[in-house]
């Protein structure tokens, strides 16, 4: 798989601001900060049930901060397959819906 840029110089792609999100009773983070910049790799580890979906969601727009913001670089693309595949159409392979994104060889 190829993946390339489109050559933009922004020094931050994402970045969240004081980040706070709960699903009822239960808080999942409080106070997040966090910046992504250029050249930065991100990895999201941790135990079964501690947020990182929720994080992974948060920071693609998926769902909103109930406190804080979250911004992205006007020109950052997002690519992002969620643990359960529910956005990948059910009749073709994972590599065919790879392959049908415009410029994937």
Do not use: H, W
Request: hydrophobic content about 35%; cysteine-free; aromatic content about 6%.
């Amino acid at each position: 798989m190829k993946l390339s840029d489109s050559g933009f110089q922004a020094k931050y792609l994402l970045r969240a601001e004081q980040v706070d999100f709960s699903y009822d009773e239960r808080v999942i983070m409080k106070n997040l900060n966090l910046n992504v910049a250029r050249g930065d790799r991100l990895a999201v580890r941790g135990p079964n049930g501690i947020g990182k979906t929720t994080l992974l969601r948060l920071l693609t727009g998926q769902l909103e901060p109930q406190i804080g913001k979250i911004t992205t670089n006007p020109q950052l693309n997002i690519g992002y397959f969620s643990q359960e595949l529910e956005q990948l159409p059910e009749d073709q392979t994972l590599l065919d819906s790879l392959l049908a994104l415009p410029t994937m060889t």
